[in-house]
Structures are given as structure tokens and as C-alpha cells.
């Protein structure tokens, strides 16, 4: 059984920082790792990804430059670091882990697993 733990969510002003952490147990090697945000009214949108062996990452392009995602595989942890943080960043951040690359959220195949998600808010 696959299990992800978000940590590390808050409440900031704008220009602030924040490290994501995600937590896996029983996560497959090769499953590669991503971080899903979801804001109200807004869609589900992939914010950035990291390969299973940690040689190809992906960010959208809102973040690029703003976060950095990388991986401890001694720890099984994904951390998201998230700077110069905007009042648009504000969301819920998800953890997933699937099996495919580039990691598609809402595909209807392959195999992917979630955690519970973890709030960001970023004030003004």
C-alpha cells in the first residue's frame, strides 16, 4: 500500500517562503513523484514534477524560476520549494506519485497515487 504525507503548508504574505515536504511509504522506485495544486473555481492544475531518478524535472511555467522541486530517495521525501510566493500560489497542494512521464493528473490511465494535501495560503 502506497502512502503520502504532505507537510509543510501555511499561511504567508506575498514574497514569502515555503518548503513542501511528501513523505512516501510504499511507493514504488520508479514511480515518479509531482505536486498537483487545486484552488477554488480554478482547475487542477500539475505545478511541478520530478523522474524517479531524479534526472528530469517539469514546472508550469507560472512557477519557473520561483520553485525548485527535488527529491531525497535515502529518505523518500519530495520537497517543493516555493519562493517569492504570490497571492496566486494560494491552493491546496497534492502529492502524487504515478507511474507514467510526463504525469498526467487526471488521466484515466496508468497508475497514480495521492496524498491528503496540504493548504497554502498566501496573503497580500
Not at 522541486?69 to 502524487?96: E, P
Request: glycine share 10%; charged share 15%.
Amino acid at each position: 500500500q502506497v502512502f503520502l504525507a504532505e507537510s509543510g503548508g501555511g499561511f504567508v504574505q506575498a514574497g514569502a517562503s515555503l518548503r513542501l515536504s511528501c513523505a512516501a511509504s510504499g511507493r514504488p522506485v520508479h514511480y515518479h513523484t509531482g505536486w498537483v495544486r487545486q484552488a477554488p473555481g480554478k482547475v487542477r492544475e500539475l505545478v511541478a514534477a520530478i523522474a524517479w531518478n531524479g534526472a528530469t524535472t517539469y514546472y508550469t511555467d507560472s512557477v519557473k524560476g520561483r520553485f525548485t522541486i527535488s527529491s531525497d530517495n535515502a529518505k523518500s521525501t519530495v520537497y517543493l520549494d516555493m519562493n517569492s510566493l504570490l497571492v496566486d500560489d494560494t491552493a491546496v497542494y497534492y502529492c502524487v506519485a504515478a507511474d507514467m512521464w510526463p504525469i498526467e493528473p487526471d488521466a484515466t490511465f496508468g497508475s497514480r497515487f495521492w496524498g491528503q494535501g496540504t493548504q497554502v495560503t498566501v496573503s497580500s
